[in-house]
């Protein structure tokens, strides 16, 4: 079913929230504990639709997983009767594909329509080198895959992919053979902290051309932790833009996510001269934490590009909002990414940027946005293409608009933040 949503532009963002916990690293949390000896407790888990596709699937798998409490399966998971329904989840399908790949079992995994037109080559030719069986096509979902019996593998990715890196983790924490991976530049390092906390020793390099190399020796046991997961930097990227565009605005951020390799956008939106403070800096569960203060401020353009593009990657739509209301041009460069994700979001941003009046060009592997500070943007009606982000991304530039804006395919937001719309009620002053 379609939701729509009206949202009626002006006032400012004020006061505080709490956004729901990180979607990456409750993926993780729930995939690595299906694996490990010993039970734990996650609090703190996202309750959206993506991260129940991963528990769904897990469950399918022999696992128990109830009220924040998972036990884990000591390595061993039990064949699915039935195909495994990753939704919307991309996360989900290739970190499966991974798990799975060290079990002697056969397995079947879909999802939705978006899903089913991403690539999966970056994981599955890998995995089938690793020894992994794929059962007919393996370039987009449904996947039908054999796994056991892996060995060893030097593979160089030619994407930074934590998707891809995670995969392969899991492949070969279950393997006989060794792991010797390398991506152009770090991607987000969830599951290298995860991995640790729980037991698994691996190289971890970063080298001086800004190579990342990963070099795990399997097999090797992952021992249940309980892990207490931090707000979504992604989903506190709305707020964070919100405010910094709404005059008047002032609003606090507590307990969000600021892993230096995922919270790109926080510095993205400091270089163009956004007000937000980190308060009270503090580790939790191997990741660091902190409230983020942020309020309106006088924005200029920047430029996003090469090793900085994986520490933002989910928040370009949102920033290419921010960069409508900076001065100057905004640059974005080397985020082909951008087209293989829940929906083509370079075309969905310059969809979002046209339509409230503002200046776009578009690029095969980014854009620029020609950003006016004092300039009147005008409401819009758009269609957010079954992608949370777009949807929400397209929210958020609607606040700075004068009239009611239509947001047309606002379901999608339940992947990801369920209570986006009500949150950001909230806060309007
Ligand atoms: C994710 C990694 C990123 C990101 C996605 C979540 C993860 O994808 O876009 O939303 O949890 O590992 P890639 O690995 O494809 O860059």
Redesign the pocket.
Known sequence: MSDTIRLRGGGSLQGCLRVPGD??IS?RALIFHALADGNATIEGLLESEDVRSTAACLKALGVQYEGGRIEGRNGQLHAPADVLDCGNS??TIRLLMGLLAGQPITAKLTGDASLRSRPMQRVTDPLSRMGVEFIGDSLRPPIQMKGGGTRNIRYRSS??????K?ALMLAAVQSEGTLEFEEPSA??D?TERMFRAMGVEFVDEIAEDGTHRIVLAGPQRLHAQCIDVPGDVSSAAFFLVGASILPGSDLTIRNVGVNPTRSGVVQALKRMGANIEEVGLREVSGEPVADLRVQKAALTSTVIEGAEI?LL??ELPVLAVAAAHAEGTTIVRNAG?LRV?ESDRIEATANIIRSMGADIEVRADGFSVHGRPRANYRNFEISAEGDHRIAMASCIAALATSGVTTVHGAESIRTSFPEFLPSLEALRG
Request: aromatic content about 0%; proline content about 5%; hydrophobic content about 25%.
């Open positions: 979607k990456s993926h991309g996360t994407v930074a992919s934590a998707q891809v995670t991607s987000r969830h994986p990657v989910d990414e994700k």
